[in-house]
């Protein structure tokens, strides 16, 4: 059944993709609605692509020392880290795709993003987008009979992308139902798990903007991604601020998430929210 589910998904995914409407010659093309400021905010994908033949790229670090570990850890500065690199490009204007690398468990994720409807409204205009991605887990345990290539390393996840903004163009929301498959990748059974994340920015101006992003797990699986991590998972909350200049975007933030590319964000946050256990984390976008 859940075999029959994800094929679901990724057919869905590939008719959207491939009945998308084409311009027709001497028909005015349409405006492209441009809401957020950023092709994905700290932890989510936006609406918003790279344009056909432009490059982003992306560094993102989620320290594991907590703040309340204080100076002796520089509030948890002094590390250890998760790092995420990665490097998108525009293939259309409505269609990019991007590389990434985090070094929890050397996971390598091709992602694919494309836009599907926008409509135009003063009030609270509407772009929908959907995105795909497959990961690769290439770090395997010694005290596992597997190697890098086993099937069961590979994760697969599908995203709804839903943006507004409010206000006179100073609130944007983002809605993101993911659906993840092979959440853990060390169980006997194939695990799933589905999540609806919500994330909203205000934009004081160009440059300045705070946010929020929340991402509760509504069914299916929400425990650990590594062998050597005890307990489950927690729903993963995040608040920040970006600054915005020169072609740059700067994310500072604190999170209970320390976990980075989608296939390990969308599990939960490796601590709970509520027992103090915030973590200092930043990224920075370049597009060029």
């Known amino acids: 059944m859940k075999f029959r589910i994800t094929v679901l998904l990724l057919l869905t995914f590939t008719i959207i993709t491939y009945t998308q409407p084409k311009w027709k010659p001497g028909k005015a093309a349409e405006v492209d609605l441009e809401l957020f400021h950023t092709t994905q905010t700290a932890n989510f994908p936006t609406t918003e692509s790279l344009k056909e033949g432009s490059f982003m790229y992306e560094i993102s670090h989620r320290f594991l020392p907590s703040i309340k570990d204080g100076y002796d850890a520089l509030y948890g500065l002094d590390g250890p880290a998760r790092i995420r690199f990665a490097l998108g490009y525009g293939i259309t204007d409505h269609l990019m795709v991007t590389l990434a690398r985090s070094n929890n468990t050397d996971n390598l994720d091709l992602q694919i993003k ?97 946010w929020i992003e929340y991402n509760p797990t509504i069914a299916g699986y929400r425990g650990r991604i590594r062998l050597d991590e005890k307990g489950k998972s927690y729903n993963s909350l995040t608040i920040g601020f970006d600054i915005e200049t020169g072609g740059h975007i700067f994310h500072l933030l604190i999170t209970n998430n320390a976990r980075l590319n989608p296939s390990q964000f969308l599990v939960g946050a490796d601590r709970s929210a509520n027992e103090d256990m915030w973590r200092i984390g930043f990224g920075i976008l370049r597009y060029f």
């Open 114 to 210: 494309q836009r599907v409807l926008q409509l135009a409204n003063n009030s609270a205009p509407l772009v929908i987008s959907a995105q795909g991605g497959i990961s690769w887990n290439t770090e395997v345990p010694p005290n596992i009979d597997r190697n890098r290539l086993d099937a069961d390393n590979f994760q697969f996840y599908g995203q709804l992308i839903l943006n507004t903004m409010l206000f006179d163009k100073k609130l944007g929301i983002g809605i993101v139902p993911s659906y993840l498959y092979n959440s853990f990748i060390y169980a006997v059974e194939k695990q799933y798990s589905f999540t609806l994340g919500l994330y909203a920015q205000y934009y004081f101006n160009r440059m300045w903007s705070v």
